[in-house]
């Protein structure tokens, strides 16, 4: 593995970490420029007001939220990560319209990320999510 790919995986390793001790500063620094692409949803979070929001989103109803990586990996551009996302529903959680109480239920999905870098910069570019939404509310109690 060449040097720029091992930087690339620890900040990656980096950013992971940081955002289970919501600190929010350090991993926005991870970025050169903030945005997450949620694939499923589709929902897109470009920039450092509109990335804060969903942290902020992302962390009010599991605010224990964590991760414990699997596997990790770099090539070209990219660096992949397979990993546990874990939590405890321990507050409100808004599902649309609906605010749902919560549960103290707790939830452990596998899932994968990509994490994009831009050509020979250690900075990220892009973080894409992968996993089935309904897989966390059914952990909690409130998916079929």
Known sequence: MDSLSGRRIETVKRHMALEITHDWDAVIATFEHPRYEMYGSGQVFDGEAAVRGYFAASRTPFPDQGNEIISIAA??????????????????????????????????????????????????????????????????GLGA
């Open 75 to 140: 090539g070209g551009d990219t660096v992949l990560v397979e990993f546990w996302l874990t939590g405890t529903h321990s507050g409100p959680l808004r599902l649309g319209e609906k605010t749902i109480a919560p549960t103290g239920r707790a939830f452990r999905v596998r899932m994968a990320a990509t994490f994009e870098f831009a050509p020979g910069s250690d900075k990220i570019i892009c973080e894409r999510p992968y996993f089935d939404q309904s897989a966390v509310l059914k952990a909690i």
